[in-house]
């Protein structure tokens, strides 16, 4: 059973400008989850979408947004891009998301911001 | 708010020992705690994980406890070995309903051969 992918798997973007970083759930799950991982900060919680909806979000500003599409795939954007955006972003997914289902994460994308 | 805390940051051990790392959780309403291994340049990967039904849960080498009344949840890992080394990570599922994880702030390990 393939995992969970991501791509791109690195990035480099100027301050203000946009990204969309993808991710493709292993089969069958339906909750994708984004996280940001940074050495300060740690593993956090950006958003989660199960069926399209997103269902919890994170404190993170509102240039940080994401979408879910039918096939259970998930895209994240951030638009005006910042130097403290440079991270790797972390997608996981689950069965159900419920809380109590096992979620499994991607490779991740390393995004650096110049 | 919701937090877990995660002890040591850094644990170097020799090989053969064993190693624990603990977490503490805030929200009692949690109910699933899971385990990751993250080494350099991946992600996180799940190595295990206990329910909040269960006080015990082994797995080879690996173990996890569960105490819901201190709310603290340990990770033991036996007869380390050099590919063990790695950042490790508890996190804690709270309420059920919220559909996120919340995770410990993770801890190096290092098994010198």
């Known amino acids: 059973k393939a995992g969970v992918t991501q791509t791109p798997r690195y990035l480099i973007k100027t301050r203000g400008q946009q990204v969309t970083l993808s991710c493709s759930p292993i089969?069958?799950?339906?909750?994708v989850s984004w996280y940001q991982q940074t050495p300060g900060q740690g593993l956090q919680f950006l958003f989660e979408?199960?069926?399209?909806?997103?269902?919890n979000k994170g404190n993170f500003p509102g240039r940080f947004s994401g979408r879910q599409f039918s096939n259970s795939r998930s895209e994240m954007n951030v638009s005006t891009l910042e130097l403290g955006d440079s991270a790797l972003y972390l997608c996981?997914?689950?069965?159900?998301?419920?809380?109590?289902?096992?979620?499994?994460f991607g490779p991740g994308t390393r995004l650096t911001v110049t | 708010g919701e937090n877990v805390e995660q002890h040591p940051s850094t644990l170097s051990v020799q090989e053969g020992d064993s190693a624990v790392i603990k977490c503490t959780y805030s929200?009692?309403?949690?109910?699933?705690f899971p385990w990751y291994k993250q080494e350099l340049g991946k992600g996180p990967q799940l190595i295990i994980d206990?329910?909040?039904?269960?006080g015990e849960k082994k797995d080879q080498r690996i173990a996890v406890t569960l105490n819901k009344t201190a709310k603290h949840f340990s990770l033991h890992i036996t007869e380390t070995q050099p590919e063990d080394s790695a950042v490790y990570f508890c996190?804690?599922?709270?309420?059920?309903?919220?559909?996120?994880?919340?995770f410990g702030t993770g801890t190096r390990l290092k098994v010198l051969a």
């Open positions: 996981a997914s689950s069965l159900e998301g419920t809380g109590a289902y096992e979620q499994y």
């Open positions: 089969s069958g799950h339906r909750s």
């Open positions: 979408y199960f069926s399209e909806t997103q269902r």
């Open positions: 929200d009692s309403a949690s109910n699933y």
């Open positions: 206990i329910r909040s039904n269960v």
């Open positions: 996190a804690a599922s709270p309420t059920s309903g919220t559909y996120k994880y919340i």
